[in-house]
């Protein structure tokens, strides 16, 4: 059974930090690209980074580069997403998602990774930025 399981959620006043964690099991880890995405209310969901567990290779969108980055532990099959300088605008419901990407390389996605259909979908963390 494939499972991804996100934590790290939390309330937290503009300008702190969270680490938001991303679990996975039941598929082979290196095969594919875990992302991140967040939807705040009545707002679109978006992607904000994924990183391709074959050769590391990592993607943001704009409105979190330099704050947020993302991570991958092989050996735990785990995720992590550290946020930096948190804004109120950052206060949405975070999921994690995995894409299988096996046969290409981690240089596929740019540009294009949040346009696909990813296989599947942990629970949402809700993160909280207060001003």
């Known amino acids: 059974e494939v499972q991804l399981q996100a934590s790290g959620g939390g309330l937290v006043q503009a300008g702190g930090s969270l680490r938001l964690s991303c679990a996975a099991s039941?598929?082979?880890?290196?095969?594919?690209?875990i992302g991140w995405f967040r939807q705040a209310p009545g707002k679109e969901r978006e992607g904000v980074s994924c990183i391709s567990n074959s050769d590391d290779l990592t993607y943001y969108t704009d409105s979190v580069k330099g704050r947020f980055t993302i991570s991958s532990d092989n050996a735990k099959n785990t995720v992590y997403l550290q946020m930096n300088s948190l804004k109120p605008e950052d206060t949405a419901v975070y999921y994690c998602?995995?894409?299988?990407?096996?046969?290409?390389?981690?240089?596929?996605?740019?540009?294009?990774?949040?346009?696909?259909?990813?296989?599947?979908w942990g629970q949402g963390t809700q993160v909280t930025v207060s001003s």
């Open positions: 039941g598929f082979t880890f290196g095969d594919y690209a």
């Open positions: 998602a995995a894409l299988n990407i096996w046969g290409y390389s981690g240089s596929y996605l740019q540009g294009r990774w949040t346009d696909y259909t990813w296989n599947y």
